[in-house]
RNA sequence: GCCGGGAUGAUGAAAUUGGCAAACAUAACGGACUUAAAAUCCGUCGGCCGCAAGGCCUUGAGGGUUCAAGUCCCUCUCCCGGCACCA
């Protein structure tokens, strides 16, 4: 007998649509649990990376509700980005139309997986209602100076015809598209995220659930390193800020290189020999790809300017050169060359015939002058050739150096960041428009914010090509200065979609809040998050951005906490031979034809319970029938039972229901750890699947027996947040009225778990020769005489003497001979 | 190059954190039921030797610490991920 699993999946779903069995509303006096996974772009259709997602998700929320949670437990939409304008321009449809259609199909694949949420927080980030906040907190943040307009080299993708910010470009292509990025010369807006950098490092140290790799990337991205910024002398007199990690090797400069864009270039190189060899290189320069300029060791090239600057250390005077290694975002755009210390100006020196001095010693690397070098030497030593400084380790010289400089004034140790600010204006339609307008008289003025929000316009041409859409919208452009009431033009860019879902989780705690972004006190009560649930790929981005708006939230009073998420779970991708799905390989596996095939249930089950949530889960079609064959078990199990009232049920005390008590009890201890110690879903699956194979040695009779029944309805409440349709409909057969998410999740007793003998282990040299029973009473010295008496490992032993005999108590007795 | 994570049966994976390696599942094989198949149930299932009792070996490779190592330490190989001419 097979249990029919579209009808209950069905009739459960709309059990719990009437009964709003997930509605979540504020209750100061219940603990609360804020289980959240990534809100999705909606595509339309959920992949097999969704349902894991999801699924994963489903089950803590489910888990932490019959733990006695006030669980909030919502999902919205990602609304905003380019797919809905592609497909405009492919089918001419409107993307609003097309977002909220693909919306309503995802959502339906949603409720058919059964997924827990409160479906009346639902938000999309693409209506006026939402992105209206959007725009609110960047007009904050202009108000602070954290948002601004600045002309710079910026990331461009040429396919998707818009820019990009530095953490949208994944190994120097887009990260939606892949194709590589170039640089270009725009005048964009910014938020200011470097404000944040030392509290974005530091804060770090607070998230201790979060994965190590996240934690790792971050700080990597944000890239704090401390140095010198050095003073050289240029011949006009003025002064080149030079940035270095490594003052202790200020002796060795012997020239001086500056990004291609720097800004003292065209004076320095103006009316020289060079002039016109230095603004060819340039241009040169300028005509390379990111990828191509940063790309791995190529030829260092370069060229000289003609000029000198002098190391104030020294006061000897080292030609200027530009080079495209050198890159204007980071440091000053300059650097002291030390070719004999540093790989790349080893290169470049080499290249270009510049000379070369060695000022750190090593007894180990054995050289002792340049030309014995075939690398330059990155390692420890002790300084030579460097003045008062010479005999001092270069660790120590570090910091010797550096605060002379200081005294000297002719340097200032400072810190670097590779973080960048983070660029945020787009050329698309699809996206929250910036509320901002240009007034010829004002200037750049915000829009007031009684005007929000500032719509996008309907039936605007969308070509993918020719700058900014809303551009093309006299009507949207044409406006009148808040200030001076005169006509003025509104910014046709829209902001980044990362801004949307970078405060998303403090709209769910109040979607219809109408004054501010969010309710203070619900969010008071729901945040932070409890434990977000999602891909790694967003590790610094959408993780990096949350952490930022929160802190400026905080800031300006909105929230009281620093930090959105408290714990972080990473789940896997799901593979199949081992291979990442995709389309161009052809090696999709549906969730709709799982669901049709086997049910909601039985894909849940065997997602779970393939591999730990944090691993990539490689997809067996084969796997999901061992799934579905276990849930057919259980469900035999109960339905041979008689439509019964618990108490009229033979209460008999048989072996088998002894050893069921025993491990129903053990059961409960295990899957409850599992869940408390990190979700381990398949351990805690396994679990399961133990206890029901236990339950199956019964004999029919005794399966019928009150004992036998206790055990199942464990199972099944155990089973229910992993296979939410069939426990309902189980516990239902059990003869239960209420929902069995209304149920308390179970707890063992001890007294079951109580064994009156143990089992130890005895080994003779390491090696194990025996076991034996042991009353649970037994002391250290009964054990050890018991376990010299046992025949067996008295024969191994052969009348030597044990050197030492180690007991482990409820665990083994190590015997040395 | 730097940083992080890995490597366990035919397969996905377990292993109370130093205490009987391979739980649970999948596949495979054998058996029961069946006219037959499916479903279901029972059994075998890391390798080698042995009729058996049993023994020896085995967690990417090598070494070390320990009564005891998949787990800790050192060296190396390979795989995955992130960053990368970042001064």
């Given at each position: 007998m097979e249990f029919d699993f579209k009808t209950i999946e069905e009739k459960w779903q709309k059990v719990w649509k009437d009964d709003l069995t997930y509605k979540s509303a504020v209750d100061p006096s219940r603990p609360k649990y804020y289980c959240l996974e990534m809100f999705p772009y909606p595509s339309g259709r959920i992949h097999m990376g969704h349902v894991r997602n999801y699924t994963i998700g489903d089950v803590i929320a489910r888990y932490k509700t019959m733990q006695g949670y006030n669980v909030l437990h919502p999902m919205g939409f990602d609304a905003f980005g380019q797919p809905a304008e592609n497909a405009a321009i492919k089918n001419q449809s409107d993307p609003e139309e097309w977002t909220l259609k693909c919306v309503d199909w995802m959502k339906k694949e949603m409720l058919r997986m059964g997924f827990s949420y409160d479906w009346d927080r639902e938000v999309s980030t693409c209506l006026p209602d939402y992105y209206k906040w959007n725009q609110w907190i960047f007009l904050k943040m202009m108000e602070k100076g954290l948002a601004y307009k600045k002309a710079s080299y910026v990331n461009w993708c040429p396919s998707c015809a818009t820019t990009l910010a530095n953490e949208e470009v994944i190994q120097g292509g887009c990260w939606r598209c892949h194709t590589t990025v170039v640089e270009k010369e725009l005048e964009q807006w910014y938020l200011k995220i470097t404000a944040y950098s030392d509290r974005l490092l530091d804060d770090l140290g607070s998230l201790k659930n979060w994965p190590q790799a996240v934690l790792t990337m971050q700080k990597n991205w944000l890239g704090k390193s401390y140095g010198v910024e050095i003073y050289f002398k240029l011949e006009n007199g003025q002064l080149l800020r030079v940035f270095t990690t490594r003052p202790d090797t200020i002796f060795g400069a012997t020239y001086v290189v500056l990004a291609p864009e720097h800004a003292c270039v065209k004076e320095l190189v103006?009316?020289?020999?060079q002039e016109k060899e230095v603004l060819d290189f340039i241009e040169e320069v300028s005509q390379e790809s990111r990828m191509e300029r940063v790309a791995g060791d190529v030829k260092k090239k370069g060229c000289f300017t003609g000029a000198f600057a002098i190391n104030p250390v020294n006061s000897e005077k080292i030609s200027i050169w530009l080079a495209d290694y050198v890159l204007m975002e980071y440091g000053t755009g300059a650097i002291m060359a030390v070719p004999t210390h540093d790989q790349r100006d080893f290169l470049f020196a080499k290249e270009h015939g510049l000379p070369m001095r060695i000022v750190i010693q090593s007894q180990a690397a054995g050289y002792q002058s340049p030309e014995d070098l075939s690398e330059a030497y990155e390692g420890e030593g002790v300084l030579v050739n460097s003045g008062g400084f010479d005999g001092l380790p270069n660790e120590e010289a570090k910091q010797r150096i550096a605060s002379w400089m200081e005294e000297g004034l002719i340097g200032k140790s400072c810190v670097h960041w590779r973080l960048r600010d983070w660029l945020i204006s787009r050329q698309r339609y699809w996206g929250t428009p910036i509320p901002v307008i240009y007034c010829d008289k004002c200037g750049v003025v915000g829009v007031p914010y009684e005007d929000l929000p500032v719509r996008l316009p309907k039936n605007v041409e969308i070509s993918g090509e020719g700058g900014s859409p809303l551009a093309k919208v006299r009507e949207f452009v044409e406006t009148k200065c808040p200030k001076c009431k005169k006509p003025a033009r509104r910014e046709t860019d829209t902001m980044a979609t990362f801004i949307d879902s970078s405060w998303y989780f403090l709209r769910f705690c109040s979607p219809g809040a109408g004054t501010e972004p969010f309710d203070k006190a619900e969010a008071k009560y729901w945040m932070p998050v409890d434990q977000y649930i999602g891909g790694i790929e967003h590790a610094v981005l959408h993780l990096l951005y949350s952490r930022f708006f929160t802190k400026f939230l905080s800031d300006i009073g909105l929230v009281g906490f620093n930090e959105p998420f408290d714990k972080l779970l990473t789940q896997g991708m799901v593979l199949k031979d081992g291979e990442v799905m995709s389309k161009s390989r052809g090696n999709i596996v549906d969730p709709d034809g799982i669901i049709k095939d086997y049910g909601a249930d039985t894909l849940r089950l065997f997602i779970l319970f393939a591999a730990p949530p944090e691993a990539e889960l490689d997809w067996n079609d084969k796997g999901i029938d061992g799934a579905w064959r276990f849930l057919s078990r259980v469900w035999r199990l109960v339905s041979a039972l008689p439509a019964h009232d618990r108490s009229a049920l033979p209460e008999e005390h048989t072996e088998g229901l002894r050893v069921v008590m025993e491990k129903m009890h053990e059961t409960i201890k295990k899957v409850t750890q599992d869940m408390e110690g990190g979700f381990k879903f398949n351990t805690a699956i396994s679990g399961i699947i133990e206890l029901v194979n236990e339950l199956y040695k019964l004999s029919p009779q005794e399966q019928k027996y009150q004992a036998a029944v206790e055990a199942i309805e464990t199972a099944v409440l155990l089973l229910a947040p992993f296979v939410p349709h069939l426990c309902e409909e189980m516990w239902q057969m059990l003869g239960r009225k209420e929902s069995v998410f209304r149920s308390r999740w179970p707890k063992y007793d001890e007294k079951y778990l109580f064994k009156k003998d143990v089992e130890y282990v005895i080994q003779v040299n390491g090696k194990v020769r025996s076991k034996i029973i042991v009353d649970i009473h037994a002391v250290q010295d009964d054990i050890k005489k018991a376990a010299l008496a046992d025949i067996k490992t008295r024969e191994w032993i052969a009348g030597a003497i044990p050197k030492k005999v180690i007991v482990v108590m409820n665990k083994l007795v190590s015997i040395v001979v």
């Amino acid at each position: 007998m097979e249990f029919d699993f579209k009808t209950i999946e069905e009739k459960w779903q709309k059990v719990w649509k009437d009964d709003l069995t997930y509605k979540s509303a504020v209750d100061p006096s219940r603990p609360k649990y804020y289980c959240l996974e990534m809100f999705p772009y909606p595509s339309g259709r959920i992949h097999m990376g969704h349902v894991r997602n999801y699924t994963i998700g489903d089950v803590i929320a489910r888990y932490k509700t019959m733990q006695g949670y006030n669980v909030l437990h919502p999902m919205g939409f990602d609304a905003f980005g380019q797919p809905a304008e592609n497909a405009a321009i492919k089918n001419q449809s409107d993307p609003e139309e097309w977002t909220l259609k693909c919306v309503d199909w995802m959502k339906k694949e949603m409720l058919r997986m059964g997924f827990s949420y409160d479906w009346d927080r639902e938000v999309s980030t693409c209506l006026p209602d939402y992105y209206k906040w959007n725009q609110w907190i960047f007009l904050k943040m202009m108000e602070k100076g954290l948002a601004y307009k600045k002309a710079s080299y910026v990331n461009w993708c040429p396919s998707c015809a818009t820019t990009l910010a530095n953490e949208e470009v994944i190994q120097g292509g887009c990260w939606r598209c892949h194709t590589t990025v170039v640089e270009k010369e725009l005048e964009q807006w910014y938020l200011k995220i470097t404000a944040y950098s030392d509290r974005l490092l530091d804060d770090l140290g607070s998230l201790k659930n979060w994965p190590q790799a996240v934690l790792t990337m971050q700080k990597n991205w944000l890239g704090k390193s401390y140095g010198v910024e050095i003073y050289f002398k240029l011949e006009n007199g003025q002064l080149l800020r030079v940035f270095t990690t490594r003052p202790d090797t200020i002796f060795g400069a012997t020239y001086v290189v500056l990004a291609p864009e720097h800004a003292c270039v065209k004076e320095l190189v103006r009316g020289k020999p060079q002039e016109k060899e230095v603004l060819d290189f340039i241009e040169e320069v300028s005509q390379e790809s990111r990828m191509e300029r940063v790309a791995g060791d190529v030829k260092k090239k370069g060229c000289f300017t003609g000029a000198f600057a002098i190391n104030p250390v020294n006061s000897e005077k080292i030609s200027i050169w530009l080079a495209d290694y050198v890159l204007m975002e980071y440091g000053t755009g300059a650097i002291m060359a030390v070719p004999t210390h540093d790989q790349r100006d080893f290169l470049f020196a080499k290249e270009h015939g510049l000379p070369m001095r060695i000022v750190i010693q090593s007894q180990a690397a054995g050289y002792q002058s340049p030309e014995d070098l075939s690398e330059a030497y990155e390692g420890e030593g002790v300084l030579v050739n460097s003045g008062g400084f010479d005999g001092l380790p270069n660790e120590e010289a570090k910091q010797r150096i550096a605060s002379w400089m200081e005294e000297g004034l002719i340097g200032k140790s400072c810190v670097h960041w590779r973080l960048r600010d983070w660029l945020i204006s787009r050329q698309r339609y699809w996206g929250t428009p910036i509320p901002v307008i240009y007034c010829d008289k004002c200037g750049v003025v915000g829009v007031p914010y009684e005007d929000l929000p500032v719509r996008l316009p309907k039936n605007v041409e969308i070509s993918g090509e020719g700058g900014s859409p809303l551009a093309k919208v006299r009507e949207f452009v044409e406006t009148k200065c808040p200030k001076c009431k005169k006509p003025a033009r509104r910014e046709t860019d829209t902001m980044a979609t990362f801004i949307d879902s970078s405060w998303y989780f403090l709209r769910f705690c109040s979607p219809g809040a109408g004054t501010e972004p969010f309710d203070k006190a619900e969010a008071k009560y729901w945040m932070p998050v409890d434990q977000y649930i999602g891909g790694i790929e967003h590790a610094v981005l959408h993780l990096l951005y949350s952490r930022f708006f929160t802190k400026f939230l905080s800031d300006i009073g909105l929230v009281g906490f620093n930090e959105p998420f408290d714990k972080l779970l990473t789940q896997g991708m799901v593979l199949k031979d081992g291979e990442v799905m995709s389309k161009s390989r052809g090696n999709i596996v549906d969730p709709d034809g799982i669901i049709k095939d086997y049910g909601a249930d039985t894909l849940r089950l065997f997602i779970l319970f393939a591999a730990p949530p944090e691993a990539e889960l490689d997809w067996n079609d084969k796997g999901i029938d061992g799934a579905w064959r276990f849930l057919s078990r259980v469900w035999r199990l109960v339905s041979a039972l008689p439509a019964h009232d618990r108490s009229a049920l033979p209460e008999e005390h048989t072996e088998g229901l002894r050893v069921v008590m025993e491990k129903m009890h053990e059961t409960i201890k295990k899957v409850t750890q599992d869940m408390e110690g990190g979700f381990k879903f398949n351990t805690a699956i396994s679990g399961i699947i133990e206890l029901v194979n236990e339950l199956y040695k019964l004999s029919p009779q005794e399966q019928k027996y009150q004992a036998a029944v206790e055990a199942i309805e464990t199972a099944v409440l155990l089973l229910a947040p992993f296979v939410p349709h069939l426990c309902e409909e189980m516990w239902q057969m059990l003869g239960r009225k209420e929902s069995v998410f209304r149920s308390r999740w179970p707890k063992y007793d001890e007294k079951y778990l109580f064994k009156k003998d143990v089992e130890y282990v005895i080994q003779v040299n390491g090696k194990v020769r025996s076991k034996i029973i042991v009353d649970i009473h037994a002391v250290q010295d009964d054990i050890k005489k018991a376990a010299l008496a046992d025949i067996k490992t008295r024969e191994w032993i052969a009348g030597a003497i044990p050197k030492k005999v180690i007991v482990v108590m409820n665990k083994l007795v190590s015997i040395v001979v």
